[in-house]
């Protein structure tokens, strides 16, 4: 297969380049790289099955040859992120999300849309299941980017009901791993760059609310199980036990061997108190369920984290580069 992978040199997007190439599908990735890197996907250029095509998907997207599937990746994640890029966020769920489909439907490709537990919001229904519709605020800090992937999720479908387009959809849950940037601001590379360096863990709120975090393979494992079949879900994907951030926090510190403190600091609007996914879906259409334990997940991503350049984990301000003394 010849894919095309949206925001294939991000967090996420390089790890599912890497099986794709690894398993035999030519891989075209598409990237602007304003929060992927072009490290994370430096390795594959070694592979005659891989390349990668600096562009922004939100000017128009052309590829000349043919194309068998389009994987959409491209967005900003991380709150930290789209709080900063508030309209680029907008605009690459949108007109980004369309000249994707537009490529597929071109092509007669398959189209896989990576959308998010955010749809949910912050939900009144605890675990979230696909049939629930969510409670998300259509005005606050972080509708840019939930309201984008409902748009999102609504443009794909649209496009499946009226113009016959293969959609897949994913929604995924929070999802850790190498090649997270140290300062994205996601709580899971926070607290291992904070450990790491021997600050406090700034604990948001006072840390009773949830996540459910799944380890990078696992996800991209579903992903790819989604893409290779035909149908159109959503599916959740994530892994269904679920930790309090505080927890977390204490995780990390038993794993990096941390005597960091924690700071607490106030909750960001809209901060969703609670977040576990429903998978029997996932499970039911594609055998798919999370295998890494937590705390063997985190233990991959310290490793990782501790081979990176030191620049890399430290803080711009007080890299090698910066220091006066
Ligand atoms: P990431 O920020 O590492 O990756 C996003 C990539 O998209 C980056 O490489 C970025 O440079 C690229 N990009 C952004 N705008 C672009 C544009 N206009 N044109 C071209 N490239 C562009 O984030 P990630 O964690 O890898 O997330 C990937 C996808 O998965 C996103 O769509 C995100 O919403 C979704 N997702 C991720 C998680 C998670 O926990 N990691 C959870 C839910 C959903
Ligand atoms: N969080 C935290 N400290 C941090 C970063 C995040 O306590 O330094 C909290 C945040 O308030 C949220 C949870 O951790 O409740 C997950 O945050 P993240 O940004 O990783 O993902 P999301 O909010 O999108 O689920």
Redesign the pocket.
């Given at each position: 297969m010849h894919v095309v992978v949206?925001?294939?040199?991000?967090?996420?997007?390089?790890h599912v380049c890497e099986v794709l190439v690894h398993r035999g599908d030519m891989v075209s990735c598409?990237?602007?790289?304003?929060?992927?890197?072009p490290q994370?996907t430096a390795h594959l250029l070694r592979e005659p099955l891989f390349r990668c095509i600096p562009?922004?998907?939100?000017?128009g997207v052309e590829v000349s040859e043919k194309v068998d599937a389009v994987v959409?990746?491209?967005?900003?994640?991380?709150p930290f992120?789209y709080g900063r890029h508030p309209l680029?966020t907008l605009?690459?769920g949108s007109r980004?999300t369309e000249n994707m489909l537009q490529l597929a439907v071109r092509h007669g490709a398959r189209f896989v849309l990576?959308?998010?537990?955010?749809i949910y919001g912050d939900p009144l229904e605890h675990p979230q299941s696909e049939d629930y519709w969510g409670h998300v605020n259509p005005i606050g800090p972080r509708s840019v980017?939930d309201e984008a992937?409902r748009f999102s999720e609504a443009l794909a479908m649209a496009y499946r009901r009226h113009l016959g387009a293969d959609v897949g959809i994913v929604?995924?849950?929070?999802?850790?791993g190498p090649?997270?940037?140290p300062h994205?601001g996601?709580v899971v590379s926070s607290f291992i760059r904070q450990a790491l360096d021997g600050e406090a863990l700034t604990v948001f709120g006072d840390g009773s609310q949830t996540r459910s975090f799944?380890y990078?393979d696992d996800?991209v494992r579903g992903l790819v199980a989604l893409l290779d079949s035909q149908h159109t879900g959503p599916f959740n994907l994530g892994n269904p036990k679920e930790r309090t951030v505080r927890e977390l926090a204490e995780l990390v510190r038993l794993v990096t061997g941390s005597r960091s403190e924690l700071r607490f600091l106030p909750l960001p609007v809209d901060d969703p108190a609670r977040r576990r996914p429903v998978i029997t879906r996932a499970q039911e259409s594609l055998g798919w369920h999370p295998r890494v334990p937590l705390e063997e997940g985190l233990r991959h991503t310290v490793d990782w984290f501790m081979s990176q350049p030191h620049a890399l984990v430290r803080p711009p301000e007080r890299s090698a580069v910066g220091r006066t003394s």
């Open positions: 949206s925001g294939g040199s991000g967090f996420l997007g390089s598409l990237d602007n790289f304003s929060s992927g890197r994370n562009c922004d998907i939100t000017e959409h990746l491209a967005s900003p994640a991380s992120d680029e605009t690459v980004g990576a959308s998010t537990s955010e980017y992937k929604r995924i849950f929070n999802t850790y090649r997270m940037r994205d996601r799944c990078v996800l």
